[in-house]
């Protein structure tokens, strides 16, 4: 059993940043799959971006290829998503999920275990 808990959402202007955290208990944490994903008002949940357990392969939705990186400390139970050049659009509650059966990332019905979500709102 993993529990995620999400952390550093907020209130920011347009072009502004963000970083979000998730830090997961239980001791399999680096075995899991670990993706971000977001739900804005009325809209599906839609992925962000997805890093699997060695760290180092990631893969991102083109809505936010080139602003956002997901990186991950297996040692500290902790994922980040850093934000940069936010957008109106990025408002959203951000969702951290993991998983150990995700095969390639971007869909949400592969991961076991989700947070309560962190609000994100980007103000014009």
């Known amino acids: 059993q993993v529990h995620l808990v999400e952390s550093g959402g907020g209130l920011v202007q347009a072009g502004g940043s963000l970083r979000l955290s998730c830090a997961a208990s239980?001791?399999?944490?680096?075995?899991?799959?670990m993706g971000w994903f977001r739900q804005a008002p009325g809209k599906e949940r839609e992925f962000v971006a997805a890093?699997?357990?060695?760290?180092?392969?990631?893969v991102y939705a083109d809505s936010v290829k080139g602003r956002f990186t997901i990186s991950r400390d297996n040692a500290k139970n902790t994922v980040i998503l850093q934000m940069n050049s936010l957008k109106p659009e990025d408002t959203a509650v951000y969702y951290c999920?993991?998983?150990?059966?995700?095969?390639?990332?971007?869909?949400?019905?592969?991961?076991?275990?989700w947070g309560q979500g962190t609000q994100v709102t980007v103000s014009s």
């Open positions: 239980g001791r399999t944490f680096s075995s899991y799959v």
């Open positions: 890093i699997r357990r060695n760290g180092i392969n990631t």
């Open positions: 999920a993991g998983g150990q059966r995700v095969v390639t990332g971007p869909v949400g019905g592969e991961y076991d275990y």
